[in-house]
């Protein structure tokens, strides 16, 4: 084989495995032990073979050689990226297979950036320096969490599948989120990531020196240096926290709030269909008596569960109706509501025997799923997104007081369970705990729903808060403040679930619900730096 052509597929290859070793760390998978790894056959091609310029390069090739390089270090990064996303995405293309293509191709370009940055940081490091190394590691995940961050934000947000969300069933790691988030274990993964392959390249290095200086050579260099104990103890620390949350009591008696959770199992196509009204209202009053037996303080339907609006459908309006005139459990359900001939989707609350009615629009809503953004500007994507004008945003966080020791319970819809800053919010504003209605059906029995229970996990952790879920499909479940799911009832099957959750009323507020990403300010402190010191070397 032509040497440029082997060069260039063991280039492609290391990409390919990283993307698809990435993509296989999420449900259903779940390799999430290869986390570790995942990053070094990528991190490897953006060293390209080469630790410094040339005589030649330095003469007056290096601007034309650094334009290449960085095109090079983008072009693979980016492909790792496709790879991961349209893989651990492939659920999407239930709905729409040009969907999931195009936001692969737009999520691979963080990874793109991100190997732009690791090829600067490549350049100017010094393999048997610790703190070259350290400064490698330490820029190279700052850069990661940086794009995540960004990922999570721009153009509304997409925060799904996000690298610490990997390691959601190792509890004793996952519990710093409390202070960092999910982007402190994303942190985590990508430094440990650049100090193993550093720390396999510097072992090599130095036994070839021992080679070279049999006499002069001393032994004791060969072994693993401070960068690999920081790598090391990063680990521990974590773990070693985490176990300390894990075994802790609560200073605060919890509630038992016992809650019933139905699971209609409505296939997509059928949900607003016509001829399936009465069946579909039938089969969540039927599920809603029989759950009735139990004695619940609260019941739960999923997200958009009624056929209709709530408020603008009579049939719906008197079944909700008799379901609740004569029961003492309070009643959350997701529908639809017409407000001054505006569509809105959320949650309504009704109280025991009629005694009390809120309802709480979903602020954040799904692009082009649920309304089609610029719509008032540029009237003709109405027409390319066929959802008619969708739904509006709600404007006001809502608290539902429930149960007889008046919990506040704040509902998030849908995918409103992915974003930190909204649970975030809610705890701020006095919440005790979370039920998150969501529907799950548009993607089939696929690997959605486990993925998005996966997210989910981190939001409890982040506030201490527990999370109900009610779902169309699954998971139906509740996660504790440790991320522990609990009570998880079967997916794709139609039934209810009573469990009985503890909810500590008042509880303290986690460092990171009071302060949010502060963890990713330090982060872009350190890219900024490390960015710096890269172009003063590169104009030296």
Wanted: glycine share 8%.
């Amino acid at each position: 084989m032509n040497p440029l052509a082997k060069q260039f597929a063991l280039l492609a290859l290391g990409s390919l495995a990283t993307g698809l070793l990435l993509a296989s760390l999420f449900p259903k998978m779940e390799w999430a032990g290869m986390a570790w790894l995942a990053l070094t056959p990528l991190l490897y091609v953006l060293r390209g073979g080469k630790s410094a310029l040339t005589a030649e390069e330095r003469e007056g090739g290096a601007g034309e050689y650094n334009v290449t390089r960085m095109r090079e270090a983008f072009g693979w990064g980016w492909l790792s990226g496709f790879i991961y996303f349209v893989i651990s995405l492939s659920w999407i293309g239930h709905v729409t297979v040009g969907g999931v293509l195009i936001l692969a191709l737009y999520l691979g370009i963080g990874m793109g950036l991100w190997s732009m940055v690791v090829t600067l940081q490549w350049r100017r490091n010094q393999i048997l320096s610790s703190v070259s190394n350290l400064q490698f590691a330490l820029s190279a995940a700052a850069a990661w969490v940086i794009l995540e961050w960004v990922k999570g934000h721009l153009f509304s947000g997409f925060p799904w599948n996000n690298l610490g969300v990997s390691l959601y069933r190792n509890l004793p790691m996952i519990q710093i989120a409390d202070h960092f988030g999910v982007y402190g274990l994303s942190f985590m993964i990508v430094f440990v990531n650049v100090i193993l392959l550093l720390t396999i390249m510097r072992l090599n290095v130095e036994i070839r020196m021992m080679i070279r200086q049999r006499n002069d050579f001393q032994l004791f260099r060969l072994r693993p240096h401070l960068d690999f104990t920081v790598g090391m103890a990063m680990i521990m620390v974590s773990y070693g926290y985490g176990m300390v949350c894990l075994f802790e009591s609560h200073p605060i008696v919890p509630v038992k709030l016992r809650i019933a959770l139905v699971q209609g199992n409505i296939p997509q196509d059928q949900k607003w269909d016509n001829k399936r009204f009465y069946s579909i209202l039938d089969t969540y009053t039927s599920l809603t008596e029989s759950a009735a037996l139990a004695k619940p303080d609260l019941l739960v339907w999923p997200e958009s569960a009624t056929p209709d609006g709530y408020l603008e459908n009579k049939e719906v309006f008197e079944a909700i109706g008799k379901l609740t005139a004569d029961n003492g459990y309070t009643f959350i359900f997701g529908s639809n509501d017409l407000v001054d001939g505006k569509d809105y989707t959320g949650a309504f609350l009704i109280g025991p025997r009629q005694s009390s009615f809120e309802y709480y629009h979903k602020m954040h809503l799904v692009p082009y799923g649920e309304y089609v953004p610029l719509r008032d500007w540029m009237p003709w994507l109405r027409k390319v997104v066929p959802i008619g004008d969708g739904f509006y945003p709600g404007k006001d966080p809502k608290v539902f007081v429930v149960g007889p020791d008046n919990l506040r319970i704040a509902p998030l819809v849908c995918f409103e369970d992915l974003f930190p800053s909204i649970s975030q919010q809610r705890v701020l504003i006095g919440c005790d705990a979370f039920v998150n209605l969501t529907n799950g059906g548009w993607y089939g029995e696929s690997s959605g729903i486990y993925q998005h229970l996966a997210n989910s996990v981190f939001r409890s952790i982040e506030t201490r808060r527990p999370m109900i879920r009610a779902t169309n499909t699954g998971m139906t479940c509740w996660i504790d403040p440790k991320g522990r799911i609990r009570d998880a009832f079967a997916p794709f099957v139609a039934g209810f679930q009573i469990c009985v959750v503890d909810i500590y009323r008042n509880a303290p507020v986690t460092f990171y619900a009071r302060h949010g990403d502060i963890f990713v300010v330090f982060c872009l402190l350190v890219l900024i730096l490390a960015l710096a010191r890269s172009l003063l070397w590169q104009w030296k």
